[in-house]
């Protein structure tokens, strides 16, 4: 089943799956933002799914307030409340039956500071912690919840999110294909958190380790670098 706000790509992307593997593929098109659009999918997955993925979200680059209120609630409403109101509609069925998994997209944005992003990081701050929470509540229920928390991905997110990635450096970018083999394989192995990339590991294990004024310290030199 296929989710998203555009019918038309969500119609040529079922079609191309259902050519290549020769799979059932549903589209289901709806505004997650929306909390009409949002209850839609609510109720489709509690009919119920064997794996949900959380993967919509929207980000956004400028300083808290100069950006438009409307705009940040909105990305507060697809970030973590439909990730809230998916997990819980899909849980119960899950629950009942013994057994089911849950992926929710997160970022390594959630784990420090960054100037310019600050709703946008504290979004995917939400989302890791909800997840690891709920992968301990449900232990011994059979239903595995975990947070993918990818770095810097080829993916359309800093082009609709109008960010401009030129300054970045390639050894920070990651590959699609390799962020998901990554995810699904900490899913399977029962991680609550998976982080893809070497260079993400190291980074987030030495933020761990790092004080936190020197994190954010860091974080500045960054974004006056590549922001």
Partial sequence: MLVARDSARLEAFATQLRDRHQVEVEVLPADLADPAGCAIV????????????????????????????????????????????????????????????????????GFVPSGRTATYGASKAWVTSFSEALSLELTGTGVHVSALCPGYTHTEFHDRAHINMDKLPDWLWLDADEVVAAGLRDHRAGRPVSIPGRQYKALIAAARLTPRWLVRAGSRETHRRFG
Avoid: K
């Fill in 42 to 109: 609510e109720r489709r997955v509690a009919e119920p799914v064997d794996l949900l993925v959380n993967n919509a979200g929207i980000g956004g680059q400028g300083a808290f307030w100069e950006l438009p209120l409307e705009r940040l609630d909105q990305m507060l409403q697809l970030n973590v409340r439909a990730v809230m109101r998916l997990t819980y509609a899909a849980l119960g069925p899950m629950t009942d039956r013994g057994y089911g998994d849950i992926i929710n997209v997160s970022s390594v944005a």
